[in-house]
Nanobody, 124 residues
Framework: QVQLIESGGGLVQAGGSLRLSCAASGRTFSWYVMGWFRQGPGKEREFVSAISERGLRTYYGDSVKGRFTISRDNARNTVYLQMNTLKPEDTAVYYC?????????????????WGQGTQVTVSS
């Protein structure tokens, strides 16, 4: 079992930045691919970013490429999402997810463990 707790969400003006954190407990953190997803009002859950077990490979959704950066610190059991140049359309609840044996890191169904989410609101 893996427990995931997100933090760092909040209200920010367009063009601003936020850094989300996701702290994991339970099984060995370095076993897991870590992902970030988001769900805006009235929208389906959307892939944002993912990072491989040792951080050697990263993946990004088209809408956040060049603005968001994912990283992980396996010594601290934490994954981060640095979000720059935020836009109102980035407003959503952001979820951290984890799983082992991930084949397609962008797929929602690939992830077994999910956090409760943290709200990000970008004002125009």
């Amino acid at each position: 079992q893996v427990q995931l707790i997100e933090s760092g969400g909040g209200l920010v003006q367009a063009g601003g930045s936020l850094r989300l954190s996701c702290a994991a407990s339970g099984r060995t953190f370095s076993w897991y691919v870590m992902g970030w997803f988001r769900q805006g009002p009235g929208k389906e859950r959307e892939f944002v970013s993912a990072i491989s077990e040792r951080g050697l490979r990263t993946y990004y959704g088209d809408s956040v490429k060049g603005r968001f950066t994912i990283s992980r610190d396996n010594a601290r059991n934490t994954v981060y999402l640095q979000m720059n140049t935020l836009k109102p359309e980035d407003t959503a609840v952001y979820y951290c997810a984890a799983s082992s044996g991930v084949v397609a890191p962008k797929g929602t169904d690939e992830y077994r463990y999910w956090g409760q989410g943290t709200q990000v609101t970008v004002s125009s």
